[in-house]
């Protein structure tokens, strides 16, 4: 059938596909969805990172050591659910502090009472670092895994896509070339065939006389 409708559709005697603008449209809508889905997985890839690094910078600065206890937990209530930060009080250089995590959570991962030691940026005791909060670490983790497989599989997609599209085009280029030989080749034959034609009437007119 396809066949049939490149032989019915030609322009200047070339045949052409009139599915033609439809499958480019299609071959453009299979890259720009993946291309959406890329940007859009990197945003879970880029915030997990960036979860990620502000754990990992807090730990590498905070590394003087100091006893703590969980005086309070700071609630935070959304629709669905309820999240605690504990709230740490300690000494330092003789001084009393009190700071509250940025890490919320819930179950809540100390109780009030719980003695714990955590880390204080040598001389900035208001920034600190808590080994026995994991989740935000995990949440990093788990945001870069996500969006690392939601823009590798899209990727992968553009790939074989355009990987197709230009086998097609090559085979397309070819067998017009091809056509285009066979055409010069008929019209070749037929030129030939006129001129025998000729010649032989010539003769056949030249023995009768």
């Known amino acids: 059938m396809h066949k049939v409708f490149k032989e019915q559709f030609t322009v200047n005697g070339h045949p052409v596909n009139p599915f033609g603008y439809v499958e480019k449209k299609l071959r ?7 291309l959406f889905l890329v940007m859009f997985f990197s945003i879970f890839f880029f915030v997990g990172t960036f979860v990620s690094n502000v754990q990992k910078k807090a730990k590498k600065v905070c590394t003087e050591p100091v006893n703590a206890v969980v005086c309070d937990m700071a609630r935070s209530t959304s629709s669905d ?8 009080e300690f000494e330092y250089n003789g001084m009393t502090y009190k700071i509250k995590s940025n890490t919320y959570s819930s179950p809540m991962p100390l109780q009030v009472g719980d003695n714990v030691q955590i880390f204080v ?17 995990m949440v990093g983790r788990v945001f870069q895994i996500v969006g690392g497989i939601g823009m590798l599989i899209p990727l992968i997609i553009i790939i074989v896509t355009l990987a197709r599209s230009g086998r097609k085009k090559t085979v397309s280029n070819h067998s017009n070339n ?6 010069d080749g008929v019209s070749t034959f037929e030129e030939t065939s006129e001129c025998v034609d000729e010649v032989s009437v010539y003769d056949e007119t030249d023995g009768y006389q």
């Open 178 to 183: 091809m056509s285009d030989e066979y055409t």
């Open 81 to 88: 659910s309820i999240t605690y930060a504990p709230i740490y």
């Open 121 to 137: 940026e040598p001389g900035n005791p208001d920034r600190i670092y808590s080994p026995h909060e994991k989740a935000t670490t």
């Open 28 to 34: 453009i809508m299979k890259i720009i969805i993946p």
